[in-house]
C-alpha cells in the first residue's frame, strides 16, 4: 500500500518537475498501457480478436478531447467521457460474432477501424483530421 501511495504522488509531483516534452512523452506512454491492457483483457481472457483496437481507442480521446475543448468541460470532467463514446462506437459488433471466433470478428474490427480512421480525417471541422486536436493545458 505504501509503494501505491508514493507512486500516486509521484505522479501528482511529475508536472512541477518536468518539461512539456517529457510530459507529453509519458502521457502517450500511459495512454500506450491502458490500450494494451484492454487488448490483454479482450484477447487473453475472452478469447477475442481486434484488430480494430486503436480505432476505438481513438473514438475515446476524440470524445473526451472535444467535450474537453469544444463543449468547454474542464479536463477532469471530459476524461471520463472516453468509456461512453468508446462504447456507443462500436456499431453493436458483437452480437453478429459473439460465438464465432473463426474470420469473421478479425475482419469485423478492421473493417471498423479503418471505417473509424477514415471519419476522422474526414470531420476535419471537429477531429483536426490527421493533424490531431490540440487540448488546453491542464491547471
Keep these: 500500500m505504501g509503494q501505491c501511495a508514493c507512486l500516486s504522488c509521484l505522479f501528482v509531483c511529475l508536472p512541477l518537475f518536468c518539461s512539456d516534452r517529457i510530459l507529453t512523452i509519458l502521457t502517450m506512454m500511459g495512454i500506450s498501457v491502458i490500450s494494451v ?23 475515446g480521446g476524440y470524445t473526451s478531447a472535444i467535450f474537453v ?20 462506437s ?28 477514415w471519419a476522422v480525417i474526414q470531420l476535419h471541422s471537429i477531429t483536426g483530421g490527421a493533424d490531431g486536436l490540440s487540448v488546453p493545458r491542464a491547471r
Excluded: K
Design 90 to 117: 462500436r456499431f453493436d459488433l458483437r452480437p453478429p460474432f459473439l460465438e464465432d471466433q473463426g474470420l469473421l470478428p478479425i475482419m469485423a474490427t478492421i473493417a471498423a477501424h479503418f471505417i473509424i480512421i
Design 37 to 59: 491492457h484492454g487488448l490483454n483483457i479482450l484477447t487473453g481472457y475472452c478469447g477475442q480478436i481486434s484488430i480494430g483496437h486503436a480505432g476505438f481507442m481513438a473514438v
Design 69 to 88: 475543448r469544444q463543449a468547454r468541460c474542464p479536463l477532469l470532467g471530459g476524461a471520463p467521457l472516453w468509456c461512453p463514446g468508446r462504447r456507443y
